[in-house]
């Protein structure tokens, strides 16, 4: 599909949700994705990009970074305890703020380093056992003691049950941040980020459709 057609429809979705043009972000998701296909959409002009792992990041980006000034790359896979450290220095925000453990973490390091990414909680709205966020019943609780440690909680992201319509999900999210006076949602992959649009998303992460299907078996 490519980024022409995406970025094409993502200002299409704009238009039809009555927003205003640009106000949505889309992060090209370069995870596991070949080299030329990257440099392609940032030699296309596209400047920021999701990755879920962090070695994988840091491996790759900070020479990218070089060549191509003004790129921001956020953190939007689950994030180990034990790689905070690494993670709040690679990227510009972090989408998966999850367990009160991470919180204090970042805590901990923003207070060292004097500043912190931008941070988006995670919530579990299908409730599903095996994926990681934060319970809707316990979210608001989740925000209020993430802002008591001055943790820069921007807004909420989630992953839909795969199968459900996603939807009453994304409505959901946004009921939520609207809650906790939060500004920002992530929220809308490559197969329903219009929905998302429609439903309030400021940040739809797509990858597929962007770069083309992954392999795996080439992860470093």
């Known amino acids: 599909m490519g980024l022409d057609e995406i970025t094409r429809r993502v200002a299409a ?6 927003r205003a043009p640009g106000s949505v972000q889309l992060i090209a998701v370069s995870k596991v994705q070949p080299a030329e296909r990257v440099e392609a959409v940032l030699r296309a002009g596209h400047r920021l990009f999701g990755e879920n792992y962090v070695q994988e990041a840091a491996g790759k980006w900070p ?3 070089a060549d191509f000034p003004g790129v921001a790359v956020h953190m939007i896979g689950p994030l180990q305890t034990n790689k905070a ?5 690679l990227f510009e925000a972090i989408h998966t703020l999850d367990r009160p453990s991470l ?12 500043a912190s990414p931008d941070l988006f909680v995670q919530v579990n709205t299908g409730e599903e056992p ?20 001055d943790l820069p909680v921007i807004g909420l992201m989630c992953i839909p ?10 409505a959901m999210l946004a009921e939520m941040a609207a809650r906790n006076g939060l500004v920002s949602l992530s929220m809308g992959m490559s197969a329903d980020f219009e929905a998302a ?8 992460r797509v990858g597929s459709a962007i770069f083309g299907a992954r392999d795996y078996a080439v992860r470093g």
């Open 13 to 18: 979705a704009e238009s039809a949700a009555g």
């Open 103 to 114: 919180a204090t973490k970042l805590a901990s390091l923003a207070q060292a380093r004097g």
């Open 85 to 89: 450290k690494l993670a709040v220095e």
């Open 161 to 170: 049950p795969e199968g459900e319509d996603a939807a009453p999900h994304f």
């Open 197 to 204: 649009i429609a439903a309030g998303a400021t940040h739809v």
């Open 130 to 149: 095996q994926k990681a966020g934060v319970l809707p019943a316990d979210l608001d609780a989740f925000v209020a003691e993430a802002r008591r440690m």
């Open 63 to 65: 020479a990218w970074r």
